[in-house]
C-alpha cells in the first residue's frame, strides 16, 4: 500500500471516530447537520461515513432521524458488568477521599427499587470499620439512599417505613422533606438513623444523560463527623462532580480537590 492510500486511510478512520465519539458524548440526539457542523466535513463525506457506521451499528438514529450511539455499544454493555466501569473510574477519588476524611468511603448504586453498595475504602480506625458491601440496608435509613429518594432515581415509599432507631425518618412525608432539604444543599446526611452513633453523608454522581447513576458517600462515628459535615459534604461534592465528568466522556478540569 502507497503511502498517499495508507494517509487517505488514516484520516477516514480518525474522520469517522470523531463523528461516533460526538455521537457518544452528546447529551441529546445529533441531527445530520448537528454532526456536519461539528465534524466541518462535506455534506456528501458526512452522510457516506454516517452510512457506514450505522451498517456496522456504530451509530443509529432514533424515531426522529436524529443520530444516538448504536447497539454495538449496547451489545458490549450488556456482555459485561455495567458497574465496572464506573468503580474502576470512581476508584482513585475514593482512594482521596479515604485519604483526606480517614472515614469510611462508599459507592452505591440502585437495582431495582434497593440501594446496593458496588465498592468500599475502609476507615482508617477501628472504630467505624466495616464491610457494607455485603449488608442490605433500608434505603430511606442511610445517606446513600436518601440521595437516590432525593434526585428521583428511587420512588419515595407510599407506606409506613421502617424504623431502626428513634431517629429513623418514617413517613413517605417526612423522608420527601428531608429531600427538598437535601437537593437544597446538595448532599444528604443521617444521623443515628441506621444505627445510633452512625453518621452517614452522600453526594449525587451524574451519568451521561444528566441522570443521578450512582451515590458517593462516608460514615463513621457521629462523635467524629457531626461538626464537619458542611466540610465533608463540599469535598464529596467536588470529587462527585469530577467523576460525573468521567462517566460523561470528558477529562476533569484542573484544580478539583
Avoid: C, N
Avoid at 142 to 163: H, M, N, Q, R, T
Amino acid at each position: 500500500m502507497s503511502d498517499a492510500s495508507s494517509g487517505s486511510g488514516t484520516q477516514a478512520v480518525d474522520r469517522a471516530a470523531h463523528l461516533v465519539s460526538t455521537v457518544v458524548h452528546a447529551d441529546a440526539p445529533l441531527s445530520f447537520a448537528d454532526l456536519q457542523e461539528a465534524s466541518g466535513l462535506a455534506k456528501s463525506t458526512t452522510s457516506r461515513m454516517l452510512t457506514a457506521l450505522e451498517r456496522t451499528g456504530l451509530v443509529e438514529r432514533d424515531s426522529s432521524g436524529s443520530y444516538v450511539a448504536g447497539s454495538l455499544f449496547w451489545l458490549y454493555a450488556a456482555r459485561h458488568d455495567p458497574w465496572e466501569e464506573l468503580v474502576r473510574l470512581a476508584r482513585p477519588a475514593m482512594e482521596r477521599i479515604g485519604d483526606a476524611t480517614s472515614e469510611t468511603v462508599h459507592l452505591s448504586v440502585t437495582r431495582g427499587e434497593k440501594v446496593v453498595q458496588v465498592a468500599q475504602v475502609d476507615s482508617r480506625y477501628l472504630l467505624g470499620t466495616r464491610d457494607w458491601t455485603e449488608i442490605e440496608v433500608p434505603a430511606h435509613t442511610s445517606a446513600l439512599g436518601k440521595v437516590f429518594y432525593a434526585w428521583g432515581a428511587l420512588p419515595v415509599p407510599s407506606g409506613p417505613l421502617e424504623a431502626l432507631t428513634d431517629d429513623t425518618l418514617t413517613t413517605p412525608e417526612s423522608l420527601r422533606r428531608d429531600g427538598i432539604a437535601t437537593r437544597k444543599r446538595g448532599w444528604a446526611v443521617t444521623h443515628d438513623e441506621l444505627e445510633v452513633g452512625l453518621t452517614g453523608i452522600a453526594v449525587p454522581v451524574q451519568g451521561p444523560r444528566g441522570d443521578v447513576v450512582a451515590a458517593l458517600g462516608i460514615s463513621g462515628p457521629t462523635t467524629r463527623l457531626e461538626a464537619r459535615l458542611e466540610e465533608i459534604g463540599k469535598h464529596l461534592s467536588s470529587h462527585a462532580a469530577e467523576l460525573s465528568q468521567l462517566l460523561r466522556g470528558r477529562a476533569p478540569k484542573e484544580g478539583v480537590a
